[in-house]
């Protein structure tokens, strides 16, 4: 069954973005998550950008994820600098959700895959999936930027290889066509493996008549 990821949480004001409040809304309602994951002093903290003082301590995140959600929960990491694969792997170890990192430089994928951290690579309309490195990862990030450049046969392969796959709502880079890439997604709603993440996670579970 398809899993329903919150980008930055869910929020309803751009001040909420990868905000506790945000955070518990997308647990409590039974939704994944997708966020952002820097040092700051030698901790793991989220922030999007370059992280200040208010930059919520990673351990934070977790305790608000143990506390909420009443069921494992996937878990997408948006690595936003190098060298957090063992700060990583030891947060999340026992937590009882499933969880991947993406977006890294190649040399920091590859120590993330050292590390034993579940890997997305990222596919997108400039970006083509390293084959050398498709057996070692446990999934795609499959990115559209300016248009779906890919069809649902697209996906059937890649889950047909025995990737999991991530997809990128248009909303998360400002285009409204996401309807239509839903009612794609939708006879594919069904197959393991498979997640969307989006800025409108209960207007998708209800388009996609996903629990």
């Not at 920091?108 to 084959?131: C, F, H, W």
Request: aromatic share 8%; with cysteine.
């Amino acid at each position: 069954m398809m899993d329903i990821l919150s980008h930055r949480g869910y929020w309803t004001s751009d001040a909420e973005k990868n905000r506790p409040m945000a955070f518990e809304r997308s647990f409590a309602l039974g939704f994944g998550t997708e966020t952002d994951v820097r040092d700051r002093g030698g901790r793991l903290v989220i922030s999007h950008d370059m992280p200040g003082e208010d930059a919520l301590p990673y351990e934070a995140f977790l305790d608000c994820l143990a506390r909420t959600a009443t069921r494992p929960l996937l878990q997408a990491i948006n690595i936003k600098a190098d060298g957090l694969a063992v700060a990583l792997s030891r947060a999340m170890k026992d937590r009882g959700h499933p969880w991947f990192v993406f977006d890294m430089s190649l040399p920091d994928t590859l120590g993330q895959i050292k590390a034993g951290n579940p890997v997305y690579l990222r596919m997108s309309e400039y970006e083509r999936l390293p084959e050398a490195l498709v057996p070692r990862v446990r999934g795609v990030w499959l990115d559209a930027f300016e248009r779906t450049w890919y069809d649902a046969d697209t996906i059937r392969t890649l889950l047909d290889r025995g990737l999991a796959v991530c997809v990128v709502s248009p909303e998360l880079h400002k285009r409204a066509d996401q309807g239509e890439l839903w009612t794609m997604l939708r006879p594919l709603s069904g197959r393991a493996g498979l997640s969307l993440c989006t800025d409108l996670p209960e207007r998708a579970r209800a388009h996609l008549g996903v629990a």
